[in-house]
């Protein structure tokens, strides 16, 4: 069976000063997404993580566009799709849950409206079955009392809350795929653990699909099957989550492991450093080439191919061995 | 609700206050009162009557508090010219100009609201741009030389409309389009710029990803948040169109307040002047108000937390 | 980046760079702004050379209500027309350039300095002082801009330099409305801080931190109330409560063409207007630009 979501060499590209400028945002992306599936999409802010998921639901800012690869999402192809078509596919298949649970409720339309929404508009739902699954919805994600709370507006929540209620909006329609762009990033440390259990478990009942847009490696441990790292608008390493944490290939991937705080050790916490690069003036070569602890003088000019290095795993990088049992195996990236 | 409600009540009596001060100041400051009651010509026996009439021989303090007791009691003096008090020229005006800023304010909404949203909706584009020249225009152009023109043009060479004078709609078209053209601009700009931010929101993109049909998320996600400030302007602009739109209604001939006042300004008619000026900034003190509570219930953050 | 490849921007001599900067940067002021305004100036200042006749008196062997010189009765004597009293209509013109440019920038500059200096004594001193000032600006803003000028105007008597007075008293609350704004920010700053705990005086502290700080935003708004002022001025010059006649302002010749509408003497109607509206276009273009330039938070002004 094909998978849920193939995005094969996704391009994508913004267009400054009128035209006179490029940036390459995402910059030949692969990655397959089985149903009931968690991806976790990992790297530094700016590496065009949001880019990526904003191209899967066709809502690119205007100076941006997909200007090649291709994204199939259970069967059929998004690229060529009409805005009117990835609009009917917005929210009803594909969903997305945004960082900012404060801002991305409308202050003056009730709870109700806004979950609401999405079963109104995709499933055509009207009246009492309506409010029977606006109130179903919160109940999954543990509003309490929802009869009193869904008549009630964002401000009257806590942060808590309303990103669960975010979530309970991308449910509404039933959709196969929900990107989860950083949910937790404003959340306090507990309260975060008790969304990522709910949204785990409303996985488990529901069996949708899941792409986890993170830079915390603790949070992909926690909740992914497998997971891309991005940087400069490259995948540089994709792996079985098991195995990236065990066996990371890219420097890069390493770099973050290091930077990932442990309970329990005593070495100083390490920091990647420099900065991402500025898309719009990229490094020659390897993109991580100027901040890499094991550059050698071909990352300088050449920009290494996907190797394969396992099972699942790819990196991109000149010092990854290709497995050349497991490579012989599948047809050449 | 209620607290908010009576602190702003509090502050528009408080603007009142020194809004009445202010007037009282200026006119003892600039010169003599009396000379300013008196009708031209009059003798020094005149003068001193009238200052014992109005108690202008008496401290300023005691001054104030009977100017106030009388505007409280709706009194606001009597016109020399018309031999009437001035509350009651000002109400019997008042339906004319309220007439005439009403179409202005119809006209203006019609063409600002609804260009700022296009102009918001595709920005930088072609529609954009001739937003953003009209409302340069309407920023620029007097808007009671605009009233001279179309005078020349559609009333004088076309000879479509009537030059001036109240009657019929045709009466009302030529001074409501001169009146509102400036507000229709700055209209304009509001919705633009108001649209802008909120289109920018997050609360928008989630309403994008949601999959809602384009009339939707602009129509009700960001309209009903764009529009607190446009509808705060639209209210106190009528308001100021009815006291302020002198220079409009003298050249159309429209017998409305503005035109009032320039009768008093003419013929030296000082308590006409001093009443309308009070009467404006009463009612714009109070329009200020209201909007502040229709604002308050509008938005569920100030009607629901105080 | 010693490593980087060449690409055909980088690559470019310094020179030619700073160069193509500086050609932007001049690109990006509204020239025919820049132009208007100038040519404003110069008209004013120079109107006795460029004015053909005396703008106040009857041109000698001129008719009444002469037409522009391309209509049939026109001459070049009087390039573009005479008025009632048979007066050069062109050398009204350019001395009324004087008139609301004068009336403009220092009504402007009076507007100014008094809501600038409220601001700053409000934000900066605080407590009764800034209760006083702010509830007095909301009481001045509650009327009318217009009404407000006429009825000092109707109080003080029409001369030239009552306008600009009256005009700078009707504006400055606009400023010192947004210039406490900022005030309030810049005072929590640390530079601010240092300066009190260093134990300058508030004086001092106002001349030296405050003030340059706020400059910027003042100059923008002044920059878009010229316009505002200039028509306001020919508002009251129309009413007959502003510059009184004979001398020529605009809103006063506007005024005096009424009358001859009727009769189809449009060039006295037009000629003028087109000057207001080209001056105050002039205006908020450069008011725009500047806004843009200096502080971008102003947009919504």
Known sequence: MAPLLHVSDLRTYFFTFGGTRVVKAVDGVSFTLEAGETLGLVGESGCGKTTTCLSLVGLLPPAARIVGGSIRFAGEELTGKSPRELRRLRGRRIAMILQDPMASLNPLLTIARQVGEPAHFHLRLRGRPLRERVLGLLRAVRIPSPEVRCREYPHQMSGGMRQRIVGAIALAAEPQLIIADEPTTNLDVTIQ?????????????????????????????????????MYAGKIVEQSPVRELFNAPQHPYTRALLGAMPKLGRREPLYAIPGQPPNLADPPSGCAFHPRCPEVIPRCVSESPEEVVAGNGHTARCWLVQPDVEVSRGRPSA | ??????????????????????????????????????????????????????????????????????????????????????????????????????AATLIS????????????????????????????????????????????????????????????????????????????????????????????????????????????????????????????????????????????????AWPGIGRLLFEGIFQRDFPLVQGVVLMAGFMIVLVNLVVDILYALIDPRIRLTR | MATTAPTARTALPPVVRGLRRGVQRVREVPLLAVMILAALVVVAVFAELLAPHDPTLPVRGA????????????????????????????????????????????????????????????????????????????????????????????????????????????????????IRGE???????????????????????????????????????????????????????????????????????????????????????????????????ATQLFGDWLRVRLDPQLRNL
């Open chain 2, 109 to 252: 909404v019609c063409i600002g609201v609804p260009a700022g949203i296009v102009s918001a909706v595709r920005v930088n584009s072609w529609w954009d741009n001739l937003g953003k020249a009209v409302a340069l225009l309407g920023l620029s152009i007097p808007g009671f030389w605009l009233g001279l023109v179309l005078i020349l043009v559609f009333a004088v060479w076309l000879r479509w409309l009537p030059t001036s004078g109240a009657g019929d709609w045709r009466h009302l078209i030529l001074p409501a389009v001169s009146l509102g053209w400036y507000f229709a601009a700055s209209l304009l700009r509001l919705t633009r710029s108001s649209m802008l931010e909120v289109l920018g929101s997050e609360y928008i993109k989630l309403a994008r990803l949601k999959g809602l049909p384009e009339a939707v998320v602009i129509g009700l996600h960001a309209f009903k948040n764009a529009l607190i400030p446009v509808f705060t302007l639209t209210g106190v602009n009528l308001v100021i169109m009815v006291n302020a739109a002198v220079v409009i209604e003298v050249i159309f």
């Open chain 3, 63 to 178: 008719r009444y209500f002469a037409p522009p010189f391309w209509m049939a009765g026109g001459s070049l004597e009087t390039p573009l027309g005479t008025d009632f009293q048979g007066r050069d209509v062109l050398s009204r013109l350019i001395f009324g350039a004087r008139v609301s440019l004068l009336v403009g920038l220092m009504g402007t500059l009076v507007a100014g300095s008094l809501g600038t200096a409220m601001g700053i004594l409000s934000g900066y001193l605080g407590g009764w002082v800034d209760q006083v000032i702010m509830r007095l600006t909301d009481a001045w803003l509650a009327l009318p801009s217009l009404v407000f000028a006429i009825f000092l105007a109707t109080m003080v008597g029409p001369s030239m330099w009552n306008i600009i007075i009256i005009l700078g008293l009707v504006y400055w609350t606009r400023y010192a409305r947004v």
């Open chain 3, 183 to 281: 005030v309030l920010s810049l005072r929590e700053r640390e530079f601010v801080k240092l300066a009190e705990i260093a134990g300058a005086s508030k004086l001092r502290v106002i001349r030296r931190h405050i003030l340059p700080n706020v400059l910027n935003t003042t100059m923008v708004l002044a920059s878009l109330t010229i316009g505002v002022v200039i028509i306001a001025e020919a508002s009251l010059s129309f009413l007959g409560v502003g510059v009184p006649p004979p001398q020529p302002a605009w809103g006063l010749m506007l005024s005096e063409a009424r009358p001859t509408l009727m009769a189809g003497q449009w060039w006295l109607t037009v000629f003028p207007g087109v000057c207001i509206l080209l001056v105050v276009l």
């Open chain 2, 1 to 102: 609700m209620p607290r908010f409600i009576a602190q702003r009540v509090a502050y528009s009596l408080v603007t009142l206050f020194l809004l009445s001060m202010t007037i009282f100041v200026i006119v003892r400051l600039t010169g003599d009162p009396a000379l300013l009651m008196a009708e031209p010509g009059a003798r020094p026996e005149d003068l001193a009557r009238i200052r014992a009439q109005w108690g202008l021989d008496r401290p300023w303090p005691v001054q104030y508090v009977s100017f106030i007791r009388n505007v409280v009691r709706g009194e606001l003096g009597r016109s020399f010219n018309y031999r009437l008090p001035v509350s009651e020229l000002y109400f019997q005006r008042l339906g004319n100009s309220l007439q005439l800023a009403l």
């Open chain 1, 193 to 229: 653990a008790q969304y990522l259990n709910l949204l785990k478990e409303i996985q488990q009942q529901t069996g949708v699909a899941l792409i986890f847009v993170t830079h915390n490696l603790g949070i992909v441990a926690k909740m992914c099957d497998k997971v891309a790292v």
